[in-house]
């Protein structure tokens, strides 16, 4: 039987501690740990603990859910991502799902029910509220449909230069913008330039100008992706 390695991530440590010791009782399942979501160690510990399955609070996100999702992943790519939540926002949801999370568990859910997403993510499924279901597909169905499109003054950019452009959207300095992409400062850079280049203009300050044209908006998700 392969055992799955399971981080907790929750503010609320004493809950997901006692949580964390019922789901310790399931032979399917090792917790490898436990990490506050606004600990600073964040990155560090799931490097360490190098989970298969990961539970997530993005209450403390709100708006920052999306980037605390893409920010796990990208840590430890290829675990799977199970928020844990008492949120009931689906704009939070809808952020959640397109960085990647598999599941999204309300807490007032039971062990069972939280046991078998947890199991089920480890098999390639995906598990939404009802409740939240529809707006989380219909949102990523608009973002097919505009994928599809990619006739916007942004769409010349690649992936990576969007994240980069985002982060100078939201006032971020270069080391800033390295440090939460995980790549390094002559990398983004690199990427600056290739912006400034494709967007046609003359600084990060007529960058951020396109960017805010076309409706990229600080503190929220490039609405093209």
């Known amino acids: 039987m392969n055992v799955l390695r399971l981080l907790m991530v929750d503010d609320h440590v004493m809950l997901a501690e006692a949580l964390g010791a019922k789901l310790a009782e399931r032979s399917e399942l090792w917790v490898v740990g436990h990490c506050a979501t606004s600990d600073p160690r964040l990155s560090d510990v799931v490097r360490q603990a190098r989970p298969d399955v990961l539970t997530l609070d993005v209450e403390p996100a709100g708006s920052g859910t999306g980037r605390l999702v893409t920010q796990v992943q990208r840590i430890r790519p290829g675990t799977a991502i199970v928020v844990l939540t008492g949120a009931r926002e689906p704009d939070q949801a809808v952020a959640a799902a397109r960085a990647g999370a598999a599941a999204w568990v309300p807490k007032e859910r039971s062990l069972d029910e939280l046991t078998e997403v947890l199991l089920g993510v480890c098999r390639g499924r995906s598990w939404y509220p009802p409740d939240l279901l529809g707006p989380v597909l219909r949102e990523l169905r608009e973002d097919a449909v505009r994928a599809g499109q990619r006739d916007g003054p942004l769409d010349v950019l690649s992936d990576r230069e969007r994240d980069v452009l985002t982060g100078m959207v939201n006032g971020k300095r270069g080391a800033q913008i390295a440090a939460?992409?995980?790549?390094?400062?002559?990398?983004?850079?690199?990427?600056?330039?290739?912006?400034?280049?494709?967007?046609?203009?003359?600084?990060?300050?007529?960058?951020?100008?396109?960017?805010?044209?076309?409706?990229?908006?600080?503190?929220e998700p490039d609405p093209a992706r």
Do not use: F, M, N, P
């Not at 990398?187 to 290739?194: G, L, P, Q």
């Open 180 to 219: 939460e992409l995980l790549i390094s400062a002559e990398t983004v850079r690199t990427h600056t330039r290739s912006i400034l280049a494709k967007l046609q203009v003359h600084s990060q300050l007529e960058a951020v100008s396109v960017a805010r044209a076309a409706g990229l908006t600080a503190d």
